[in-house]
């Protein structure tokens, strides 16, 4: 018995992955997801290019290798599993195809990055099966994490670090004086800027939460537990950061937590915090039981069959490889399609609205200030003056929407962070009468040493109205998609406010009411140009 044994060797996991069809389909996944690449590298390289250039994203360069490690972890438990090719990847593909269509035609360059990782992982399972795919599902899903996504979370962070900061002060017995993202206390100025709205250390924490989960627990609800710790310790830890720093400066006469030393106890209190979390996370761990493999191998007639059977399936592999290329190869040709003509160099120019209702044009410009919109064919601020009440009307026209130039893009803003005049001290939705309609605007309060201004905007596209950046992206892709006329403009109105900003706002309603014509009017014949 133990001669006939030893006459049965063991298979090593390379052995069984050969045995089982992945000599032809490895090969062939990686060469089919750099082809994919290839195909959608300037998507790609975008991501490479927020990686490099911002601190909050850096994590990106780890992902892809984090990935490949958790996969070869796999290996055994892949080496039982025998590849083949299934069609309703395809499905999945083509959707995801679909969506980085329409991103990339209306510039949201986020959700093509979205599709991308998507196509990626659409194209494993296209090429090997559903078993092998969800036996790597968390290494795949975890290439999401690539995605330099969550800068729309900065104003809502923003606002609940004052809204935490100021409390803990109030709690303290320090007085405090707050107008928006901005606070006085008796020891000095604080304003909660982006850098201190805690993305970072949100997205450095979900990102380690998710990994933490993974490799420590195999419950699902011991995973989502930690998960929703992950997302929540670091928005409270940050509040906590704030105060902190805000406290050390305070008791230190302004001496300290004002320069470098402002972020170094930052990341110190974070990494504390991080560490006291995955160490209380470390009491419910369960370790990880690896798969058995099997040992026995195959006898000469079973070789032969399995032989033929890897020709057959190795076939299949190409076949759909060469499936999944075609398919994606529509998606980047409907886009130059699509894109033809939108980077045409046009001179338009803009004339400013004809004054109405006793409304007078002014020669001069009331105060210093100027919206920042980036790529726009044609612009103009003009002032208006009414029983010496003064207003601004700024236009910002764009023809043939692209990368770069484009209405709705996180550049166009009314003012720049960290802006050496003025700050914003505060934003809110506001609903107006708009041609008989009710329309919702960005309502917006800019503060500098001796002016304060209210500010009104919106966008306009093809004559319909919203503040609403998706439903402006949404119209946006119908105008292109449907070959529509793919004019668009931001328009800005600005009053002087004193303490109170309801007179203010009336001026600002009976400007849009006398004066909406006239600015139509000067966007019409922008258009015909």
Avoid at 89 to 95: E, H, K, P, R, S
Avoid at 442 to 469: A, E, M, N, V
Wanted: glycine share 8%; hydrophobic share 50%.
């Amino acid at each position: 018995m133990r001669d006939v044994a030893k006459t049965i060797p063991k298979s090593s996991p390379a052995q069984t992955l050969n045995a089982k069809g992945w000599r032809t389909s490895a090969p062939l996944v990686i060469g089919v997801l750099l082809a994919i690449l290839g195909l959608f590298w300037q998507t790609a390289q975008s991501m490479v290019d927020i990686w490099w250039r911002s601190e909050t994203f850096t994590h990106g360069f780890l992902i892809v290798p984090i990935s490949a490690w958790l996969i070869w972890n796999k290996r055994q438990t892949l080496a039982q599993i025998t590849p083949a090719p299934n069609r309703w990847g395809l499905l999945f593909l083509a959707g995801f195809s679909l969506l980085w269509l329409v991103a990339h035609t209306v510039d949201i360059l986020v959700i093509q990055q979205f599709a991308l990782v998507g196509m990626l992982i659409a194209a494993v399972w296209s090429l090997l099966g559903s078993q092998a795919t969800w036996a790597i599902a968390f290494p795949l899903g975890f290439l999401f994490f690539a995605v330099p996504v969550g800068e729309g979370l900065i104003p809502s962070m923003m606002n609940f670090t004052a809204d935490f900061t100021v409390k803990a002060l109030q709690l303290t017995g320090i007085p405090v004086y707050r107008e928006g993202t901005f606070f006085e206390i008796p020891s000095g100025h604080w304003s909660v800027v982006e850098g201190c709205s805690g993305l970072r250390y949100l997205i450095a924490s979900v990102t380690l939460g998710f990994l933490y989960a993974y490799l420590t627990y195999q419950t699902l609800w011991r995973r989502l537990v930690f998960i929703s710790l992950a997302l929540v310790v670091p928005v409270i830890a940050n509040g906590l950061r704030a105060y902190m720093i805000v406290m050390i400066a305070h008791l230190s006469d302004m001496k300290l937590a004002l320069g470098i030393d402002h972020y170094i106890y930052g990341w110190v209190f974070f990494g504390l915090v991080m560490v006291l979390l995955f160490w209380i996370g470390s009491f419910w761990r369960e370790d990880v039981h690896a798969s058995p493999v099997a040992t026995v191998g195959e006898t000469p007639a079973n070789s032969a069959m399995s032989n033929h059977s890897s020709e057959s399936s190795g076939k299949k592999a190409l076949v759909m490889g060469l499936a999944v290329l075609a398919l994606l190869s529509t998606g980047p040709l409907m886009a130059y399609f699509y894109q033809g003509g939108t980077a045409e160099s046009v001179k338009i120019s803009l004339k400013a609205p004809a004054p109405a209702n006793t409304w007078q044009i002014s020669a001069t410009p009331k105060w210093d200030w100027q919206p920042h919109y980036a790529g726009m064919n044609a612009q103009l601020q003009q002032t208006y003056t009414r029983n010496g009440q003064a207003a601004s009307i700024y236009l910002a026209y764009y023809r043939n929407q692209h990368q770069g130039a484009e209405l709705v893009n996180s550049q166009n803003v009314m003012i720049e962070q960290k802006h050496p005049v003025w700050s914003n001290v505060g934003e809110q939705a506001v609903t107006i009468p708009i041609n008989g309609h009710t329309v919702q605007i960005r309502q917006t309060k800019l503060h500098s040493p001796g002016t304060k201004l209210l500010i009104w905007d919106w966008y306009s596209l093809d004559g319909t109205y919203t503040s609403s950046s998706y439903v402006a992206k949404l119209l946006e892709a119908k105008s292109k998609l449907l070959g529509g006329q793919r004019n668009a403009a931001g328009i800005v109105l600005a009053t002087e406010y004193d303490d109170k900003t309801e007179p203010a706002a009336d001026v600002l309603r009976g400007l849009v009411a006398d004066m909406l014509p006239s600015i139509e009017a000067s966007l019409n014949d922008a258009a015909r140009q």
